[in-house]
C-alpha cells in the first residue's frame, strides 16, 4: 500500500510541474555607462524614447526609459574599476523598428549620425532575406543600436 501511494504521489506531482506555465515575457534590459547625461540625452533625442520615472527618484546614476509593448531599457552609470569594461562588437546590440525608415535615414544624416550596414559599410542599408532593411550605429558608449523597418 505505501508504494501505491508512493507511486500515485510520484505520478500525479509530474503531471502538477509539468501543467505549469510560467509565460516568461521580455521586461527590461540595462546597459552600463560612463556618463548619465551624455547617454540620457542621447536615448531622448536620437532614439526619442520617452524617459519615465524610476522607483528610486533619489538616484540619478540610473534612468529607466519606455521602449513599447511594457518594456523598458535602463540606462545605469557605474564605476569601471567597480563593474569592469564592457566588450561591445556588433552582434550584442539593441534593435529598434520605425514606421518611416527612410525619414529615419534623412533624421540621422542631420544630427551626425553615421550609420552603416553589418559589414561597416558607412550610409549602406543591409537587407535581410526577408526583404528587412537595417542600419547600425553606436551611442556614446558604443552600444550598438539596430533601426529596421520590420513589421511585427
Given amino acids: 500500500m505505501k508504494n501505491l501511494i508512493l507511486i500515485l504521489t510520484l505520478v500525479f506531482s509530474s503531471f502538477y510541474s509539468n501543467a505549469q506555465s510560467f509565460s516568461l515575457e521580455h521586461d527590461h534590459s540595462t546597459i552600463q555607462v560612463e556618463d548619465i547625461d551624455k547617454s540620457v540625452e542621447f536615448y531622448k ?12 527618484p533619489e538616484n540619478k546614476m540610473i534612468r529607466f526609459f519606455e521602449t513599447g509593448n511594457n518594456q523598458q531599457l535602463h540606462i545605469a552609470q557605474v564605476n569601471v574599476e567597480d563593474y569592469g569594461d564592457v566588450k561591445v562588437n556588433k552582434i550584442l546590440h539593441i534593435a529598434f523598428a520605425v514606421n518611416d525608415f527612410d525619414g529615419y535615414l534623412i533624421y540621422l544624416n542631420e544630427n551626425g549620425i553615421d550609420y552603416m550596414n553589418f559589414s561597416g559599410e558607412s550610409k549602406k542599408i543591409q537587407t535581410r532575406p526577408d526583404g528587412v532593411r537595417q542600419i ?11 533601426i529596421n ?4
Fill in 45 to 56: 533625442e536620437i532614439l526619442h524614447l520617452k524617459e519615465i520615472p524610476s522607483p528610486w
Fill in 136 to 146: 547600425y550605429f553606436q551611442d556614446p558608449d558604443s552600444y550598438w543600436i539596430e
Fill in 149 to 152: 523597418d520590420a513589421k511585427h
